[in-house]
């Protein structure tokens, strides 16, 4: 079992930044990526960007440049994760899931909320 308690989110004017912590627990040597998706109201949950267990990040193209994820391990029983988000813009609007992949599973922080004013 993973546990995910994540922090952060806002709201913000566009241009502004935030920034996003996510700390996983519990399991945390079985987790092959974290990272974070959004959902916007009446869209899809897509990915935002991810980190794997070897350091490699994946972006979605839409935060390319702006969004950058980082990872600290801090000891054998805690992992986090950080989103700095900057330069938002009206359309990053959406609540924020954390997310750790794990075999067979994935799980799911339940969510901060980013709002974004023009």
């Known amino acids: 079992q993973v546990q995910l308690v994540e922090s952060g989110g806002g709201l913000v004017q566009a241009g502004g930044s935030l920034r996003l912590s996510c700390q996983a627990s519990g399991s945390i040597f079985s987790i092959n990526a974290m990272g974070w998706y959004r959902q916007a109201p009446g869209k899809q949950r897509e990915l935002v960007a991810l980190?794997?267990?070897?350091?490699?990040?994946?972006?979605?193209d839409s935060v390319k440049g702006r969004f950058t994820l980082s990872r600290i391990s801090r000891d054998n029983a805690k992992n986090t994760v950080y989103l700095q988000m900057n330069s938002l813009k009206p359309e990053d609007t959406a609540v924020y899931y954390c997310?750790?992949?794990?075999?067979?599973?994935?799980?799911w922080g339940q969510g901060t909320q980013v709002t974004v004013s023009s």
């Open positions: 980190i794997s267990s070897g350091g490699n990040t994946a972006y979605a």
């Open positions: 997310n750790a992949k794990t075999v067979p599973t994935e799980y």
